[in-house]
């Protein structure tokens, strides 16, 4: 059951313009979301999270969007920059129901050009 | 502080054996989660376990199977391997009761012949 979906495998950017990655999800209950990225022969690491009461949060060039009525969340870099060059991967968790119990997409790879 | 670290990093197996991969969690972290990582499929959740138990549990066989010792290192167990169970499998851990921000280790990449 893939609750979560991330329906672009692949996306190539140019450095500096903005990359957009997305992620659609079918559960209502989920009301914690993660954005990893992922190198070759590392493991994820944790980039930036929202929860369902917020619509937006920023870190530095990264900033996720949420739209809970679409059920779908986006992750912004800005500007992009070749060392961004990886997996990314978003997941979602129903905190109340399944703590620390996350659905991961299959991932999208970011190829950032110089 | 030291990350997560698994081991071994790389197995190769037979088709029936069964296979125990081990994960030490950072420092002070209690929580400890499983993921498998197949090409196409994204990270599947295992299992996690917090304080020596089992708090949440996905949708695989019960051939794949978990526990965690009281210093928070958990292992993980496959029985009877089958071709399909040809996998990266990561673990992840996280501080305290309520912490959502997993960290996660290079995983063990689990060939089947």
């Known amino acids: 059951d893939q609750q979560v979906k991330q329906n672009s495998p692949s996306l190539s950017v140019q450095e500096g313009r903005i990359s957009i990655l997305n992620c659609d999800y079918t559960n209502s209950m989920f009301d914690y979301f993660l954005w990893y990225k992922k190198y070759p022969a590392e493991g994820p690491t944790f980039l930036i999270s929202i929860s369902s009461i917020k619509d937006k949060n920023e870190d530095g060039r990264f900033t996720v969007f949420l739209n809970k009525s679409a059920k779908h969340l986006s992750l912004h870099i800005v500007p992009s920059q070749p060392g961004d060059s990886a997996v990314y991967f978003c997941?979602?968790?129903?905190?109340?129901?399944?703590?620390?119990?996350?659905?991961f997409g299959s991932g999208t790879k970011l190829n950032v050009k110089p | 502080k030291a990350g997560v670290t698994q081991t071994p990093r790389y197995l190769i197996k037979t088709r029936g054996q069964q296979v125990t991969l081990s994960c030490s969690p950072i420092s002070g972290h209690r929580s400890v989660s499983w993921y498998q990582q197949t090409p196409g499929q994204g990270l599947q959740f295992l299992f996690e376990?917090?304080?020596?138990?089992?708090?949440n549990k996905g949708n695989f066989p019960g051939r794949f199977s978990g526990r965690q010792f009281s210093n928070s290192r958990s292992e993980m167990n496959v029985s009877t391997l089958e071709l399909g169970d040809s996998a990266l499998y990561l673990c992840?851990?996280?501080?305290?009761?309520?912490?959502?921000?997993?960290?996660f280790g290079p995983g063990t990449r689990l060939t089947v012949t």
């Open positions: 376990y917090f304080s020596e138990t089992q708090r």
């Open positions: 997941a979602a968790s129903a905190s109340l129901y399944n703590f620390n119990k996350f659905y």
């Open positions: 992840a851990s996280s501080g305290g009761e309520l912490s959502y921000e997993q960290y």
